[in-house]
């Protein structure tokens, strides 16, 4: 199969390009908020720095704490979806349960920002990252745009993050993982926050019974411990931490 060989530097212009097609064009993007080191394209280059933003904001992948203190980045840790922001007001395509405190933050501190369509990235593991297209003038159609271009912005914004993603860590490898049954399980009861003896009631087995399989499963994931086990097993899908 042929691969795709195009750089971070040819991506980061695709999305340049259609955010002046858009009349966004001041463009900012984070491969991984839980970083507080800039992500690099192959020339060493601070990501961030390939794109034009607000004045206000200029080096903003320089500030280790932003992404604790931005109703934007608040709302990229919370939704997978594309959101519209609209001077202090967000909105996607589904209802959003924003709490007082954020709105209160997103009309507080704009950095410049009065518009823009911001693409979550949330890639399989832990990491998050987003790409923002907006305007410091603000535009009155913005929800018309966003509703026409959200999914194409979306698919540029996913492309991006995840070749940064290549080029700061290595690909992933990916695996065959044969879980059984009862492991996942285990495992399942397990991010549920029960104990081995809660596990071994509920399935009626012992509890040497159910560190046999949590350990199998550990082996299995290539992990050590039960915490790291349930965590690997949830971004992978076999397992929900969600309450």
């Not at 961030?48 to 320089?62: P, S």
């Not at 209802?95 to 911001?118: F, G, H, N, P, W």
């Not at 995840?162 to 399980?185: D, K, W």
Request: net charge neutral; charged share 20%.
């Amino acid at each position: 199969m042929a691969q795709d060989t195009q750089t971070i530097g040819l991506l980061a212009a695709e999305i340049q390009e259609a955010g002046h097609r858009l009349g966004l064009p001041l463009v900012a993007a984070c491969a991984d908020i839980s970083s507080a080191r800039a992500a690099l394209d192959e020339r060493g280059q601070p990501i961030g720095a390939l794109f034009d933003f607000t004045a206000d904001a200029r080096d903003y992948w320089n500030w280790s704490d932003l992404a604790l203190r931005n109703a934007i980045i608040a709302v990229v840790r919370h939704t997978a979806e594309p959101f519209y922001y609209d001077r202090g007001e967000i909105g996607g395509w589904q209802t959003m349960a924003l709490s007082d405190e954020l709105i209160e933050q997103a009309r507080e501190k704009d950095y410049a920002v009065r518009a823009a369509i911001v693409a979550p990235v949330h890639l399989p593991g832990t990491t998050i990252g987003a790409v923002l297209w907006a305007s410091d003038t603000g535009r009155p159609d913005l929800v018309v745009l966003y509703r026409e271009h959200a999914v194409a912005l979306h698919g540029l914004a996913l492309r991006f993050v995840a070749a940064c993603e290549v080029v700061n860590h290595g690909p992933s490898p990916i695996l065959v993982h044969p879980l059984t049954r009862r492991e996942i399980q285990c495992l399942k009861l397990a991010a549920a926050g029960k104990t081995d003896g809660e596990i071994g009631t509920i399935l009626e087995v012992a509890i040497p019974t159910v560190r046999f399989h949590l350990r199998k499963a550990s082996a299995k994931l290539g992990e050590m411990g039960r915490l790291r086990t349930v965590q690997r097993a949830a971004e992978l899908g076999f397992v929900a931490t969600r309450r």
